[in-house]
Nanobody
Framework: QVQLVESGGGLVQAGGSLRLSCAAS????????MGWFRQAPGKEREFVAR????????SYADSVKGRFTISRDNAKNTVYLQMNSLQPEDTAVYYC?????????????WGQGTQVTVAS
């Protein structure tokens, strides 16, 4: 198990930027691929971005591709989500999650979430 704590959310104007951070503790961080998800009011949780164990491979939802960048610093046990050109439809609670390599349960560990609100 790994414990995850998100930070960096807040209120931003449309077109602005935020950087979310997710700090991990517990098991060795490099054992996990990491993902960002979000859930808007009245909608189901959706995938945002994923990064491989060593940061060599990333993937993004089409809705954020070209605007958001996921990265990680394994020495700091932290994964980041740089969010640029934010739009009101990006408003959601953002969660980070850990997917242990070789595990059968997928994203088994989740953070508490951080609210991102984009004003129009």
């Amino acid at each position: 198990q790994v414990q995850l704590v998100e930070s960096g959310g807040g209120l931003v104007q449309a077109g602005g930027s935020l950087r979310l951070s997710c700090a991990a503790s517990g098991r060795t961080f490099s054992r996990y691929a990491m993902g960002w998800f979000r859930q808007a009011p009245g909608k189901e949780r959706e995938f945002v971005a994923r990064i491989s164990r060593w940061g060599r491979t990333t993937s993004y939802a089409d809705s954020v591709k070209g605007r958001f960048t996921i990265s990680r610093d394994n020495a700091k046990n932290t994964v980041y989500l740089q969010m640029n050109s934010l739009q009101p439809e990006d408003t959601a609670v953002y969660y980070c999650a850990a997917d242990e390599i070789g595990g059968a349960a997928g994203y088994a560990d989740w953070g508490q979430g951080t609210q991102v609100t984009v004003a129009s």
